[in-house]
């Protein structure tokens, strides 16, 4: 069995560009027999009411292969709703916080108001899943143009993922979190080293995409470089080459697509949106792109199901 643990299905006011029965379809053709989805949607999912207008949207056939992450706000009230609910909905696998912003709005820029994230959820004994989004507001700048999309790239340098990255470390270990700190798609070899030197500290766990293994940032000065346009976005060769050797080493926990479905034409005109839609590169990116670099059947096992179930303490 596979579990892809990172997807943003979009329905409702997007279902023009993926319904929620769409996207569980596409996986089903890929292999994926679990999604986890997150709550950055149109109408974030934030409440049990969106919860339960979120799962309404499942087809009945589908709902044992469907999970969702409830968002976290800067709001104490609403962060220990959010705990309430990994609770209550097993359907709900864990709370999802975007530490820079991104797709949504879901973003807390504040560091005091991310680190009181990790010190409500300590106080309310949550020992799940807290998936972060790692870019830091202080180290990007506004100098995207869309004219030449290799400069999403420079607007978004690795030091923003990594330095955010350390704040969340620093915040878990402050508050004595005692859930597990996942880093979503980690991308650059600096980041990497960060967490490897966390394991022994905090309960830790690092992601990385298809797109991130497969890709580097010279897809972003090629034509039409706007459909590789991501958060956070495509790096170096050098980078890709770290991730690979990481990935064989058991130092990154699993692969997450991040799917994220647009229009072409929003991608190539209309607000120039991050995101790829990942999920249909996955049959062969995991049966045989990551073959063919050296990974092993039992490898490939833990980083597409058995270490996801371990984390999220999933019975499955």
Request: with cysteine; proline share 5%; charged share 30%.
């Amino acid at each position: 069995m596979r579990i892809d643990p990172h997807v943003h299905f979009r329905d409702e006011e997007q279902n023009y560009k993926e319904t929620i029965a769409h996207g569980l379809s596409v996986a089903k053709e890929q292999g994926v027999d679990f999604v986890f989805d997150m709550p950055n949607t149109a109408r974030p999912v934030l409440r049990e009411s969106d919860v339960i207008r979120r799962l309404a949207l499942v087809p009945k056939s589908e709902v044992k292969r469907y999970y969702l992450y409830v968002g976290a706000t800067s709001n104490p009230e609403q962060l220990e709703e959010a705990v309430s609910l990994v609770k209550k909905f097993k359907e709900v696998i864990g709370i999802k916080m975007f530490a820079g912003k991104s797709t949504g709005d879901l973003a807390i820029i504040d560091e005091e108001e991310q680190r009181r994230v990790y010190d409500v959820l300590a106080k309310n004994n949550y020992e799940g899943v807290l998936v972060v989004h790692c870019e830091k507001e202080a180290f990007m700048t506004n100098t995207f143009d869309p004219k030449n999309p290799y400069t999403h790239a420079l607007s978004r340098p690795n030091i923003a993922e990594v330095e955010s990255i350390k704040d969340q470390i620093k915040f878990a270990k402050e508050t004595g979190f005692k859930g597990t700190l996942h880093i979503c798609h980690i991308s650059c070899k600096e980041s990497l080293e960060v967490v490897d030197k966390a394991r022994g500290e905090i309960r830790i766990t690092c992601g990385a995409t298809p797109h991130h293994l497969l890709w580097n940032d010279e897809m972003l000065k090629e034509t039409h470089g706007l459909l590789y346009k991501m958060n956070p976005p495509l790096r170096s060769k050098e980078d890709v080459e770290a991730l690979r050797v990481a990935l064989k080493s058991g130092k990154i926990d699993w692969v997450e697509t991040d799917h994220a479905p647009h229009t072409i034409g929003e991608k190539l005109h209309s607000g120039y949106p991050s995101g790829y839609p990942t999920l249909y590169l996955y049959k062969e990116f995991v049966e045989e792109f990551l073959p063919s670099i050296g990974l092993s059947k039992k490898q490939i096992e833990d980083l597409t199901f058995n270490n996801i179930v371990k984390a999220f303490g999933l019975k499955i």
